[in-house]
């Protein structure tokens, strides 16, 4: 989404180049302190689901939902906030996603897990890279939507 969709988005805002590198560089941001503040709440908690699953389920669906908010808004404010809660839950789920790898997998196969988790955020990406400038074209809002179905089926796989 960054690389094809996000700039196309804020190019739409007309807004000054500092003000896009800050919401386009939001996801980096929040990647600093949520991922490690969630796996510090998901190593404490005793979910009869897991420790995981839950802050994977809560935010996926928070992630799709702003991400899906996002293209409604045509203010740089409001884009802003968006885009930090969506960037917020995108990290909120991908810390316990990536330590559920190490909890459900035999050891001899945590690097088979890990690279496989990793190819299919690739594809996700690539998916939405190729695809996602030929949608804008179609409706603008599209990529968005498929950004967020991509997210939310990845995690629903996972968790069942």
Request: proline share 4%.
């Amino acid at each position: 989404m960054n690389m094809s969709v996000i700039p196309l988005f804020v190019s739409k805002l007309n807004i000054s180049n500092a003000q896009q590198g800050r919401l386009i560089s939001m996801g980096a941001f929040t990647g600093i302190f949520v991922q490690y503040l969630v796996g510090l709440l998901s190593d404490r908690s005793n979910f009869k689901m897991g420790k995981r699953k839950p802050f994977m389920i809560m935010g996926s669906v928070l992630s799709a939902l702003f991400l899906i908010l996002l293209p409604y808004t045509n203010t740089y404010t409001t884009a802003f906030m968006l885009a930090f809660l969506f960037y917020f839950f995108l990290n909120f789920y991908q810390g316990p996603y990536y330590s559920l790898i190490p909890e459900a997998v035999d050891e001899k196969e945590l690097g088979l897990a890990n690279g496989f988790a990793r190819v299919v955020s690739v594809i996700g990406s690539a998916i939405i890279f190729m695809l996602g400038p030929s949608l804008w074209e179609k409706n603008f809002k599209y990529p968005f939507y498929l950004g967020a179905i991509l997210g939310l089926v990845t995690v629903v796989i996972t968790v069942f």
